[in-house]
């Protein structure tokens, strides 16, 4: 079946510094969702990447999909508190469903 | 535009017992995905519905069962409950095919097994 990881499981950073994810599929996948789910919340929709090599950008977020399509990586500048929480991976699973990823857990320290 | 629902939120049920949660999808969202979600093993895939008709399930055992009513609301049932089960439930809206559109996921139901 579909093989998701995520790398780091866990990070913590000063306010202010950068910070990245990744995530990495067996399979090549034709396409890739991440969500962000604060504690004590629901998982939020960030983006949906779709082709190869694609870069998108939300403020302070930047979205990369792999060449080959096989990872995808989150890259925050200058973290806020409020980028606190987990950041899931989804990767559609031969268009039956999403497989979503163990996740990252974001700790921000003022 | 409201948001997805879910009732209850939280659940405190004993071993043997069976459940059943509910989900309200945003309005004109056709498809209603449950998910499972422990600290253990993350969030897992239940079952997705789409026009009344299961899409595609996950790798639960039958004792999980759900469904979907023709206004895209949709409940899903557990029964002979196990404390393996105490988990937060999660249910997602979407357009359309959860596999290729934003997933709106509703505030979940905690469901405790004693």
């Known amino acids: 079946g579909q093989q998701v990881m995520q790398i780091p499981q866990y990070q913590h950073v000063q306010e202010g510094e950068d910070f990245t994810t990744y995530c990495n599929s067996s399979?090549?996948?034709?396409?890739i969702q991440w969500y962000k789910q604060r504690p004590g919340g629901h998982p939020v929709f960030l983006i949906q990447?779709?082709?190869?090599?694609e870069v998108k950008k939300q403020k302070r977020l930047t979205f990369q999909f792999g060449e080959a399509k096989k990872n995808s990586s989150l890259h925050i500048t200058a973290t806020q508190t409020t980028d606190v929480g987990t950041y899931f991976c989804?990767?559609?699973?031969?268009?039956?469903?999403?497989?979503f990823g163990p996740g990252t857990r974001l700790s921000v320290l003022p | 535009k409201a948001g997805v629902t879910q009732t209850p939120r939280y659940l405190i049920k004993t071993r043997g017992q069976q459940v059943t949660l509910s989900c309200s999808p945003i309005?004109?969202?056709?498809?209603v995905s449950w998910y499972q979600q422990t600290p253990g093993q993350g969030l897992q895939f239940l079952f997705e519905y789409f026009s009344e008709t299961q899409r595609n399930k996950g790798n639960f055992p039958g004792r999980f069962s759900g469904r979907q009513f023709s206004n895209s609301r949709s409940e899903m049932n557990v029964s002979t409950l196990e404390l393996g089960d105490s988990a937060l439930y999660l249910c997602?809206?979407?357009?359309?095919?959860?596999?290729?559109?934003?997933?709106?996921f509703g505030p979940g139901t905690r469901l405790t097994v004693l």
């Open positions: 399979t090549t996948l034709s396409n």
């Open positions: 990447l779709v082709k190869s090599g």
């Open positions: 309005s004109g969202h056709r498809s």
């Open positions: 989804a990767v559609d699973n031969y268009g039956q469903n999403f497989v």
């Open positions: 997602a809206s979407s357009f359309g095919s959860s596999s290729y559109n934003e997933q709106f």
